[in-house]
């Protein structure tokens, strides 16, 4: 994952520094991209009982799910970006006093709003930049025969780095990674003792897609 990023990274650099900027005239504002999105958690979590810390920590799965994305260029290299999907994983307290527990499946709905840099609006390769802000939803609950989980939902931070590689005047390849640092706090009833848990989620997002300029 480490080296798809910088890969990813090193090539935004090399397009910046070699596509030509360009004043885009006559497009249209709006752009929708369509991606396949690798959803990798990098997850941890302090978990404790009646305010005592215990031994242990939480694993969740990874997925992959279909995003929509909604662009608006304020400017040729300004616009700001909502980014859509919902996507299930299932979560483990591992290591603790008690073993693992599985604490079921949940969906998470993490509408994503960044503010985006485009440092060659009119080049052949096309990188931008983006920073935003998060929302997570947490629905949608499976949970194992007599436990409760309850998950809080949660603002987090968003950064992103892509590129578009245009097909023709409306059509191009995209490549975009986001980190989102997220964190919850999740209640588990159920277990021999009532556990909480104070969970870093943090995923990095990997998706490949195409873009259409209207």
Do not use: C
């Not at 249209?28 to 810390?53: I, K, M, N, Y």
């Not at 485009?118 to 080049?123: E, N, Q, S, W």
């Not at 892509?162 to 986001?178: A, Y």
């Amino acid at each position: 994952m480490k080296r798809t990023t910088g890969l990813a990274l090193a090539a935004l650099v090399l397009a910046a520094g070699t596509a030509r900027p360009a004043k885009a005239e006559g497009e249209s504002p709006w752009q929708v991209r369509g991606r396949a999105l690798f959803v990798l958690p990098e997850e941890s979590g302090a978990l404790s009982t009646g305010g005592t810390r215990i031994p242990g920590d939480v694993s969740i799965d990874t997925s992959v799910i279909p995003e929509l994305d909604i662009t608006y260029f304020f400017t040729p290299n300004v616009a700001v970006e909502l980014i859509l999907g919902t996507t299930r994983h299932n979560a483990k307290a591992v290591n603790t006093p008690l073993g693992t527990a599985d604490l079921g499946d949940v969906w998470l709905l993490p509408p994503t709003l960044t503010l985006q840099y485009h440092f060659a609006p009119d080049g052949k390769i096309r990188p931008y930049i983006g920073a935003g802000v998060n929302y997570t939803i947490f629905y949608g609950k499976d949970e194992p025969s007599g436990l409760s989980v309850d998950y809080k939902n949660n603002f987090g931070w968003a950064l992103q780095a892509g590129v578009d590689i245009p097909i023709d005047d409306h059509w191009s390849l995209n490549v975009d990674v986001k980190k989102v640092f997220l964190s919850t706090d999740v209640k588990v009833r159920g277990l021999a003792v009532p556990v909480d848990a104070d969970v870093d989620i943090d995923p990095t997002l990997v998706g490949v897609g195409v873009g259409y300029r209207f």
